[in-house]
């Protein structure tokens, strides 16, 4: 068998892997997408390095959706310091990076994520506009957090609202 036989096997292999575990991951049937991670991942000494990559990438977003945000940030960590990576794979890697810092509460990294993710040429315009939601959701979680958001709730009853003007008018002479 030819070098390029070789190839061509192994990319049609990952074509089907992939479109079997994200149509089970997309209809959220984790059971049967987690069953196909675990029999990949049990071949995993006589796979092609770019499967095993891909298979990372696929356990960091089995543990996202398990909310093992620890372990999906590491294997996550694990693909980014690769060299070898594919350029589809380093976006979607620090696209998913970005949302497991998001959800971890680690906001300057998950913006530096996103902007990993937009700095590679080969964005797609739809990943693109993932980054800017996932920076514009970072930017509305430190909002939310620090109490920029809050709106102050307005009396509708007039006895409350003397109450609370007496309560602020003796705080002030405090």
Not at 26 to 49: F, G, K, T, W, Y
Not at 99 to 119: K, N, P, R, T
Request: hydrophobic fraction near 50%; glycine fraction near 2%.
């Amino acid at each position: 068998m030819t070098r390029s036989t070789v190839d061509a096997r192994v990319d049609r292999a990952l074509l089907k892997f992939r479109a079997a575990f994200e149509e089970a991951f997309n209809a959220h049937r984790m059971a049967e997408a987690e069953a196909l991670l675990v029999a990949a991942e049990e071949q995993v000494n006589i796979l092609a390095p770019r499967i095993r990559s891909w298979l990372l990438y696929y356990r960091g977003k089995m543990n996202f959706t398990n909310l093992k945000l620890d372990q999906a940030q590491n294997n996550y960590q694990l693909l980014i310091e690769q060299s070898d990576v594919e350029p589809e794979l380093q976006v979607l890697t620090a696209l998913n990076l970005g949302d497991a810092q998001v959800e971890a509460s680690s906001w300057a990294a998950a913006i530096q994520s996103y902007q990993q993710a937009l700095a590679n040429p080969k964005i797609t315009s739809s990943q693109i506009a993932d980054a800017h939601l996932g920076i514009a959701d970072v930017y509305n979680e430190i909002a939310i957090n620090s109490g920029g958001w809050l709106i102050p709730k307005v009396e509708k009853n007039a006895f409350l609202l003397v109450l609370r003007l007496f309560f602020e008018w003796f705080l002030r002479l405090l």
